[in-house]
């Protein structure tokens, strides 16, 4: 990379194309710019007014650091401490994932998670019957703390663990409702249910239902 386009590089860019932060997309600045859509917001990240700046910025978080705090930094707001420690860049972050849960939502931010379901960036479900349908980020919960990201399978209507270098991620930052808002704006993007599932067998002949019952309900009595 030149060290122009380098330093045309935005703090979204960065971050976006950090290792493991491939489930996100790149908010729009005028979408971050609009104080309507950060509502509350301020109430939920730590040095909000200032960890603002840093998504906004060009280049990077830490080149981009004295500039910023130079124009704006507020002494009694933050220590220097909490800056050397990384807990401005942490906010940074969960500030970005919060954002991106509602930018998600809207018709260009289902457009651009769509793009990349489609190109494969959130892998496949695991289930043989679902033939390698791709899959969505999801959460299982709004609130952020409480759960890490999943991946909704919509074909089969389950949900699974994505593969380590993505466990740690906020399901918060993907919310609840992302897939069904995904598929409701994109109709043509919901699959058919699968038309074959698995059925237990032995010597050729199909186990029925109540047998399988039956010895799951004498493990438990067992136990």
């Known amino acids: 990379m030149s060290s122009e386009s380098s330093e045309e590089e935005t703090w979204v860019q960065w971050f976006c194309s950090q290792r493991g932060h491939e489930f996100f997309c790149e908010i729009s600045e005028d979408y971050i710019r609009d104080k309507f859509n950060l509502t509350n917001l301020s109430e939920q990240v730590p040095h909000y007014r200032l960890v ?55 018709n260009r931010g289902v457009s651009m998670m769509l793009n990349k379901c489609r190109d494969g960036h959130f892998g496949e479900c695991p289930r043989v019957h679902c033939e390698g349908q791709k899959v969505l980020p999801v959460g299982e919960t709004d609130k952020p703390g409480e759960k890490k990201v999943k991946l909704y399978c919509p074909k089969c209507n389950d949900i699974f663990n994505p593969s380590p270098k993505f466990q740690q991620i906020d399901g918060a930052y993907f919310g609840t409702g992302f897939p069904q808002m995904a598929l409701m704006v994109q109709p043509t993007s919901r699959p058919q249910p699968p038309t074959s599932a698995y059925s237990p067998s032995l010597y050729g002949f199909r186990i029925h239902s109540s047998a399988l019952t039956n010895v799951n309900s004498s493990a438990n009595n067992a136990n």
């Open 52 to 106: 603002r700046l840093f998504i906004q910025s060009i280049i990077k978080l830490f080149e981009a650091l004295d500039m910023i705090l130079n124009a704006y930094y507020d002494s009694d707001e933050m220590e220097d401490e909490q800056i050397k420690d990384g807990k401005l860049e942490k906010a940074a972050r969960h500030l970005y994932g919060m954002i991106h849960a509602r930018f998600i939502l809207t």
